[in-house]
């Protein structure tokens, strides 16, 4: 039947629809005397009553100190609807209100949830990423930063004269800014055999920077990986989850 349908399409379910139906046909009864036309449970159809009563569907009056059940026209779904129109136009005008107010609740999960991803490729992209480290040393006035190298000698075979140039211009930067650089470096021949922490900027100048060479800048919240292959490529991490783990890690490094 249509009018299931378009019942249902105003939140009713199914036996409230039959019950509605029913008592649209009766009359005025009391809810055992609509129970047993249906053949439901009592209890079960005195609830439904309640709430179709509540939505202003179902009129209740009281015969000999019973409830009965009415629907005195067919007007009532006209007025319910009415009011449904009524309720859903004045929060949407109002929703402007409270738009602001709702994207504060997920901001801050969004930012403690999910890191900010930046790549950065070839040599004008890890220029950028340099650039992005002091940037970010300056605007937050960090008087100090870590810096993980590895140092192998395989590695420092074929530095890369642009990226090295670039880099060597951050170290210099940061130096004249004060600003320490706490470097673990993993020394080695072909592969890292050993770690030693050193923290003077001028010994930093000739770091490998090819043959897969690996930087990984801790500035603050932020980490910066960088790998020195043929085509280089970095990557920025705005996570303070994984900034504050990579400074427990570094702090708990047994060096020489």
Not at 204 to 233: C, D, E, H, M, Q
Request: aromatic share 14%.
């Amino acid at each position: 039947m249509r009018i299931n349908e378009y019942l249902n399409n105003l939140g009713l379910n199914d036996n409230e629809i039959d019950i509605f139906l029913w008592v649209f046909k009766l009359g005025s009864n009391p809810a055992s005397t609509i129970a047993n036309y249906l053949n439901m449970e009592r209890t079960y159809v005195y609830k439904s009553l309640i709430k179709l009563t509540k939505l202003n569907l179902v009129y209740e009056t009281s015969k000999w100190k019973v409830k009965h059940f009415y629907i005195p026209d067919s007007d009532v779904l006209e007025k319910f609807i009415t009011k449904k129109i009524e309720k859903y136009n004045f929060l949407k005008e109002d929703f402007v209100n409270i738009q602001t107010e709702l994207e504060q609740y997920k901001q801050p999960l969004y930012n403690s949830s999910i890191p900010k991803i930046t790549i950065f490729d070839w040599n004008d992209g890890i220029e950028n990423l340099y650039n992005d480290i002091y940037d970010n040393v300056l605007k937050n006035s960090y008087i100090s930063i870590k810096l993980f190298s590895t140092n192998t000698l395989e590695a420092q075979t074929s530095l890369k004269f642009e990226i090295k140039e670039n880099r060597e211009k951050l170290f210099k930067k940061l130096g004249e800014k004060k600003v320490t650089v706490d470097t673990y470096l993993w020394n080695g021949i072909s592969t890292m055999e050993e770690i030693v922490k050193i923290t003077q900027i001028e010994n930093l100048y000739n770091l490998p920077a090819s043959n897969s060479a690996i930087n990984i800048f801790v500035v603050g919240r932020v980490t910066y990986i960088v790998i020195y292959k043929k085509n280089p490529f970095g990557i920025k991490l705005d996570s303070e989850d994984l900034a504050w783990a990579m400074h427990f890690l570094f702090d708990k490094l047994n060096v020489n």
